[in-house]
């Protein structure tokens, strides 16, 4: 089911429910991204009913500056309230991990648990930025003169969409079916709201680089599984100091890349059902 829900301040978020069962709600990354949870929502709707939205500002979600971190929380307060459960499992990637990680903080008593998927851990981005470009760089392979052009001038619409799925090659690990992936990945392709990525990635940095993300996770009262993909070209060491400071962790790795659901769906499912539902 797809509908529009009013926010706290009444701003539309897109949101889509499939499948039976206890509620899991999903949180995309970016940030300024939309959505693309549609195969994992399929691969889980038969043990979840599964709640998917835009963030405020991103895809279907239509919605002004100015963006913070505090009301991306309270919309997904809202979307969390709106399964008339509590508490719920709620589930991040990538930059959606740190979205979920800090609802939880926030909200503990309304997370039953916490999924966090290939995020980028509570270390300072300086301590791990350049080794993720010069892997990015380096599977980009043939590719980067193109990745290059493209990133140093105004696109077209078809264009961003071009140096979206450049990029996002580099995110699966196999390169005979990468392309393919990233194809898959960008369709629809809804567009990246650019203000909203500046806006969350300074704030972002403002909090982990200050300590306060590692200093709060290690409060958590909240049960972790953290999945990986050990071919992700973002270095798994920067999520090591997060898993050692959560109370209630478990880790699972996957012979995957970025999105390890696209690459290893039966293994990403098992893992998140296993977890959510105690066994």
């Not at 069962?21 to 999903?26: A, F, R, T, Y």
């Not at 508490?87 to 800090?102: F, K, Q, Y």
């Not at 909203?196 to 958590?220: F, I």
């Amino acid at each position: 089911m797809i509908e529009t829900m009013p926010a706290d301040d009444e701003t539309s978020l897109w949101t889509r429910r499939t499948g039976g069962g206890p509620p899991l709600v999903l949180c995309h990354g970016g940030p300024g991204l939309w959505d693309y949870f549609d195969e994992p929502a399929a691969l889980l709707a038969a043990d979840f009913t599964v709640v998917q939205w835009d963030q405020r500002g991103c895809g279907r979600s239509p919605s002004p500056e100015p963006y913070s971190m505090e009301q991306n929380l309270a919309d997904l307060h809202a979307i969390v309230r709106s399964t008339g459960t509590t508490p719920v499992a709620v589930l991040g990637h990538s930059w959606g991990g740190l979205l979920a990680l800090r609802y939880a903080l926030a909200h503990p008593d309304h997370v039953s648990h916490l999924v966090y998927v290939s995020g980028v851990g509570v270390d300072p981005a300086a301590t791990w930025r350049a080794e993720y470009q010069a892997g990015l760089l380096a599977r980009l392979g043939s590719h980067r003169p193109r990745y290059d052009e493209l990133g140093a001038r105004e696109r077209s619409p078809e264009e961003d969409r071009e140096l979206a799925v450049l990029q996002w090659t580099a995110d699966f690990a196999d390169p005979a079916t990468a392309r393919e992936l990233a194809e898959r990945a960008a369709t629809p392709f809804l567009g990246v709201n650019l203000a909203y990525h500046a806006a969350m990635s300074r704030q972002t940095a403002e909090y982990v680089d200050s300590g306060a993300a590692l200093a709060a996770a290690a409060t958590l009262p909240v049960p972790v599984l953290i999945i990986d993909g050990v071919h992700d070209i973002r270095p798994r060491r920067s999520v090591d100091s997060l898993a050692r400071a959560l109370p209630k962790a478990t880790r699972v790795s996957l012979d995957a890349g970025h999105l390890p659901w696209a690459e290893q769906p039966a293994a990403f499912a098992a893992a998140v059902r296993d977890f959510a539902h105690g066994r």
